[in-house]
Structures are given as structure tokens and as C-alpha cells.
Antibody, heavy 124, light 109 residues
């Protein structure tokens, strides 16, 4: 059974960089069958996709966040990470990591396994 | 950017059928996936590629997609189905991005 677990600071100051890591167990980030995504959900609001990474290091980001987002992968640790720069209160959200499957044009964008989520609050 | 529109809320009595819609421009040409999210929990995939069910999802959950509307149908609704439901597509047009609908709160009366 694949499991994903987010980790990182729960409080980040405005203008600083949010950093989170997702540790994958029961599966490998090096599998060529999957993409690895970050998705967030502000309190009381809907889901927003942040971006994904493939084991090769290839990435795709939400255009609305692209200028501030970096997703990286560490195959030796079976982890992938998120960095979001210049954060504001609007970035306060539960951040989920998820495994993406699927085929064709939508490859990697069917999210079949999710982490439990971690709340990140942006506040001074 | 591509927009998916869901009704904010749907109410249904136990044992009846709930239909949750997801509207988008020519959404029938895209593959639609649906997620169920209960309070304090991560979303769970309930329908993928318009109408396929992951293992472990009851047959009461079904999906369809045509024209400008995709629909998640839940038959014989149970109290445990009360949750938020999100539709999602891959927008391969200008943005090349995952798009989620705003979500629908299903209330079981």
C-alpha cells in the first residue's frame, strides 16, 4: 500500500520561502508510471493544484504560481519537495502531496494516493 | 484559463439518487475525475476517466460526461456519502494545467 507523508514547518513568515517534503513509502518515486504532485487547500475553500514532477526531474507548474514554485525530487531518499517563495497570507493552506497516474495527454493527473495533508500558516 | 463550475450544494434523502454536475466549455472532450472529501480528511478518488471506479469504491458511484456537463451520480445514497465532491480535468489547451471545480457539498437529509 502506497503511503505519502508531508513534513515541514507549520508556520512561515510573510515574504519567506515555504518548504515541504513528501516521503513516499510502499512505492518508488523512481517509477516511470507516476508523477508526483503538490496540491493545496486554503481553509474552507477548494483544491488548487500547484505542480508535479516526474522521476527524471521534469516538472509542470500551475501558471498562476509558476514564478514562485520549485518542485524537486530525491530518488535516493524516495522523497519529493516543494518550495514556494515570497509567501503571503493567501498562501495559508493545507498542503497535500499526491501520486498522479493516468495515460495519454492527462498522464500523471489522476490522483490516486494522497498524503494526510499539513497545515501551513503564513503569519508574522 | 479553463473553468469548471459546480453547484455549491446538493441535498438528497437517504436511499435516493444524488447527481452532482460539473460544467465546462466542451468538457465532453476532456477526461473528468471526481474526488470525495470528508471533513478533516484528504480527498479520495471515486471516479476517473469519466466513468471508471477505483477498486474499493461502491458501484453506487457512477459518472458520465457529454457536451458541456459531466455528472457524478450516487445511487441509494447513504449517510456516509455526505462530503464535498470535486471534479477535475487536465487542461491541455493554453495553460497545460490541472483544474479543479469549486466543489459541491452533498448533504444527506
Amino acid at each position: 500500500q502506497v503511503q505519502l507523508q508531508e513534513s515541514g514547518p507549520g508556520l512561515v513568515k510573510p515574504s519567506e520561502t515555504l518548504s515541504l517534503t513528501c516521503t513516499v513509502s510502499g512505492g518508488s518515486v523512481s517509477s516511470g508510471s507516476y508523477y508526483w504532485s503538490w496540491i493545496r487547500q486554503p481553509p474552507g475553500k477548494g483544491l488548487e493544484w500547484i505542480g508535479y514532477i516526474y522521476y527524471s526531474g521534469s516538472t509542470n507548474y500551475n501558471p498562476s504560481l509558476k514564478s514562485r514554485v520549485t518542485i524537486s525530487v530525491d530518488t535516493s531518499k524516495n522523497q519529493f519537495s516543494l518550495k514556494l517563495s515570497s509567501v503571503t497570507a493567501a498562501d495559508t493552506a493545507v498542503y497535500y502531496c499526491a501520486r498522479g497516474t493516468g495515460w495519454g495527454a492527462a498522464a500523471g493527473t489522476v490522483f490516486d494516493y494522497w498524503g494526510q495533508g499539513t497545515l501551513v500558516t503564513v503569519s508574522s | 484559463s479553463y473553468v469548471l463550475t459546480q453547484p455549491p450544494s446538493v441535498s438528497v434523502a437517504p436511499g435516493k439518487t444524488a447527481r452532482i454536475t460539473c460544467g465546462g466549455n466542451n468538457i465532453g472532450s476532456k477526461s473528468v475525475h471526481w474526488y470525495q472529501q470528508k471533513p478533516g480528511q484528504a480527498p479520495v478518488l471515486v471516479i476517473y476517466y469519466d466513468s471508471d471506479r477505483p477498486s474499493g469504491i461502491p458501484e453506487r458511484f457512477s459518472g458520465s460526461n457529454s457536451g458541456n456537463t459531466a455528472t457524478l451520480t450516487i445511487s441509494r445514497v447513504e449517510a456516509g456519502d455526505e462530503a464535498d465532491y470535486y471534479c477535475q480535468v487536465w487542461d491541455s489547451s493554453s495553460d497545460h494545467s490541472v483544474v479543479f471545480g469549486g466543489g459541491t457539498k452533498l448533504t444527506v437529509l
